[in-house]
């Protein structure tokens, strides 16, 4: 679809951001978009280039999963009907690989996906440097995600009708959200890896491998 943003969001500050994790100073990027925007795949382009370290929300649930976890069953059933997993349990696997990882800067791809999500990202006292959003129509993510071929069981055309609805209905007010406070950097994601890559590249910039510390948001 074509996402104009909605500025009319209530805006709050958030007053207690201390961006502390596990002893070290993070600075976080949420890559946002539908599913098939291209996310996983910009993600991979901006790790080589950028020095961030990359988290999937979804592909740490998929490991959580396989690892034989007790909440395995619970997730599976939700990633298989397209719904969102209860934030305290992608929260816990958010901040355990940040506080695992020897890096300090990470893409959070996938999260926050609604309302809740983002509610618990803030009372962790964490807030994203930016917000990078894919905009893709949803003909092109459908075709992206049938042709996708990594063995996904939602990527089937029933689940993905589900996931376009859940985006519509509970992810994109967190992208106006955070439009509504200036941001948001919006990608056109429609065209071809290789150019939507050079739009990324401009706005990655001045956060490259060279810099120790990100950029102030001013
Ligand atoms: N700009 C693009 N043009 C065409 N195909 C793309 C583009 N970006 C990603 N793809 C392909 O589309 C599929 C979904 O991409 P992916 O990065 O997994 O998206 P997401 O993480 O947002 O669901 C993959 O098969 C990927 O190779
Ligand atoms: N914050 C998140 C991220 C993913 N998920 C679940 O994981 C699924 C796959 O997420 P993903 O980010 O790997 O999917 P893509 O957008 O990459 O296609 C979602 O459809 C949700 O069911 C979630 O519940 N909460
Ligand atoms: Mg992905």
Redesign the pocket.
């Known amino acids: 679809m074509s996402t104009a943003v909605d500025a009319s969001v209530a805006v709050t500050e958030q007053e207690d951001v201390e961006n502390i994790l596990g002893g070290k100073k993070v600075a976080v990027v949420f890559v946002l978009g539908?599913?098939?925007?291209g996310?996983?795949t910009q993600c991979s382009n901006i790790v080589e280039h950028f020095g961030f370290t990359h988290l999937?929300?979804?592909?740490l649930?998929?490991t959580e999963i396989k690892s034989g976890s007790e909440n395995g069953a619970m997730i599976e059933n939700?990633?298989n009907e397209?719904?969102?997993?209860p934030s305290e349990i992608?929260i816990k696997l958010l901040q355990e690989a940040m506080i695992k990882s020897e890096n300090d800067k990470f893409l959070i791809?996938?999260?926050?996906?609604n309302e809740e999500?983002r509610a618990a990202f803030e009372n962790i006292k964490l807030s994203p440097e930016f917000v990078l959003f894919f905009d893709c129509s949803e003909e092109e993510m459908g075709r992206r995600?049938l042709g996708r071929n990594q063995g996904r069981a939602?990527d089937n055309i029933e689940t993905i009708r589900k996931?376009f609805g859940?985006f519509v209905e509970s992810s994109l007010p967190v992208i106006q959200y955070y439009d509504s406070k200036g941001m948001v950097k919006k990608i056109n994601a429609a065209k071809p890896i290789t150019e939507v890559f050079e739009d990324v590249k401009t706005v990655f910039q001045p956060y490259g491998p060279k810099a120790t510390q990100m950029p102030s948001r001013e």
Request: aromatic share 4%; charged share 30%; net charge positive.
């Open positions: 539908g599913p098939g925007s996310k996983g999937s929300a979804g592909e649930l998929r939700i990633i397209g719904r969102i997993v992608t791809d996938g999260f926050p996906r999500n995600l939602d996931r859940v």
